[in-house]
């Protein structure tokens, strides 16, 4: 019934992949991206941190490869960061046209448009790619080619503890979230048998990544359980949740829409169990992520990376059971969906330009201090403006690179006294975390002609 709509689906992956060329630079030259970026080429290899996100291999093999091809460092951030959106089209291709399940394709595409505005700039999450793979997973599970097979509902099960394991601490929401949601769904979309193994599988598999793969990062990140019960019952004085709601009225206002729309379909219905999961789920989540990161010091596409699992709680039953009751409407559904994918775009496009002025700033400061090499107080620039001044150093030495041809050696501490004794170190690139010899960086990415003067301290 939904398969026109899901042909339109790809009309919306095409606008992301255009607005992902317009503002590649914007997308890379930026805070994780252009830290990764810079690791990835200078040591030829994948970057993974220490932080078990082993997913990341699927969108940092694409610059990658491009490194081991010779391309410049203009098309590698390019193929950077059209590789998000290539990834998460090749996942909604592998649900609605091989495994036929144009409904969690559509909740895939829905996924990738409903809460992103400010984390379009800031694509690395593993929480979103772990998301597409998770439904093509659950799509080939409601193919007629898997019957059961215990080998192949291994596979699932190895499957699951990838996804839960190896890509992002928060898989365990949306996961969950999936398996129960099917569980309740009529007409059956995978079998019960299978989804209670899969179950299974996911109890073994949280057990198991909490015991053995979890960073020091992630515990701090997921320290929000703890904060909930402290917050009680002043969850909703948040800055966060008030700044949340104010969205819901504007940026997020599809989010509204679709939130009422499954509410009154599931009492229409008398489909109360559903009702009950699906609030408690949202509202719950909604209200973990408000608690753990409750100020205005947060930046705004870090917590909206959070909110991306709101998506698919929304996605879910509305492509489900709100979908298919507006269909018998004439083309409603298909209409809705352009409305959706258009007005997405443009609130993309429109937020686009914060980070246009963060990037031109970063290029008046190279047209005006490039030609030296500088150590400079994080305190010196405009925090509104620059948002994470932690990876600059990085930032500055793609953005020089590619547009003047020459590497900028300026680097950015919020201490800049712990790295003066290395100021003197006239052929090497000081970063606060580590101090990188000219010789030893590939010289076809890294274009040094500064190896005669020294650092300059700047406050």
């Known amino acids: ?37 810079f690791y990835i080429i200078k040591e030829g290899d994948w970057f993974l941190e ?16 491009g490194s081991k091809l010779g391309l410049s460092l203009n ?21 609605g046209t091989v495994f036929k399940n144009h409904q969690l394709a559509l909740a895939l595409l829905l996924f990738n448009i409903l809460f992103v505005s400010d984390v379009f700039f800031w694509p690395l999450s593993e929480l979103q790619m772990g998301t597409a793979v998770m439904l093509v997973l659950f799509s080939y599970l409601s193919t007629k080619e898997y019957n059961n097979q ?16 190896f890509f992002h601490p928060l898989m365990i929401f949306p996961y969950l979230f999936t398996v129960v ?3 309740l769904s009529r007409p059956v979309v995978i079998k019960k048998s299978a989804l209670l193994i899969l179950l299974v599988f996911f109890v073994i598999s949280y057990v198991i ?14 320290s929000g359980v703890k904060k909930l019960l402290d917050t009680f019952p002043h969850y909703f004085d948040t800055y966060a949740s008030k700044e949340f709601f104010k969205s819901c009225l504007a940026g997020y206002c599809w989010i509204t829409i679709a939130f009422f729309g499954i509410v009154i379909a599931y009492i229409k219905n008398r489909s109360w169990l559903k009702l009950a999961f699906f609030c408690a789920f949202s509202v719950g989540y909604l209200l973990l992520v408000n608690v753990s990161y409750p100020s205005a010091d947060v930046a705004k596409f870090y917590i909206e990376n959070f909110y991306t699992p709101l998506g698919i709680f929304i ?31 443009v609130r993309i496009y429109s937020v686009g330009e914060k980070y246009v002025t963060r990037l031109n700033w970063e290029r008046n400061f190279l047209v005006k201090n490039g030609h030296e090499k500088l150590v400079v107080a994080d305190t010196f620039f405009p925090r509104d403006t620059i948002i994470m001044p932690w ?4 930032e500055f030495w793609l953005l020089s690179t590619i547009e003047q041809g020459t590497t900028a050696s300026i680097t950015v501490s919020d201490n800049v006294d712990n790295i003066a004794w290395a100021t003197d170190r006239s052929k090497s690139f000081l970063t606060p975390w580590g101090l990188f010899h000219y010789q030893d960086l590939p010289p076809r990415y890294f274009v040094f002609k500064d190896t005669t003067t020294t650092y300059r301290i700047m406050k």
């Open 75 to 95: 098309a590698i951030a390019m193929l950077y960061s059209v590789s998000f959106v290539i990834n998460s089209a090749i996942c909604y291709f592998l649900c």
């Open 209 to 222: 990544k909490e015991q053995l793969f979890v960073s020091g990062h992630d515990k701090e990140a997921s």
């Open 150 to 165: 215990p080998l192949l509902l291994l596979l699932m099960g190895v499957a699951t503890f990838v996804i839960i394991s």
């Open 50 to 65: 220490g932080h078990f996100r082993y997913g990341a291999v699927l969108t940092q093999s694409y610059p990658l490869l």
């Open 315 to 345: 996605a879910l039953p509305f492509v489900f059971d709100v979908l298919p009751a507006i269909e018998r409407y004439k083309n409603m559904a298909s209409v809705l969906l352009i409305l959706i994918i258009i007005s997405g775009a």
């Open 181 to 183: 949601f099917l569980l």
């Open 1 to 37: 019934m939904l398969k026109k709509t899901y042909h339109l689906g790809y009309l919306g992956y095409l606008f992301l992949l255009i607005l992902s060329i317009i503002f590649y630079k914007e997308r890379t030259i930026f805070s994780d991206t252009a830290f990764h970026l």
């Open 391 to 394: 990876a600059m150093h990085y």
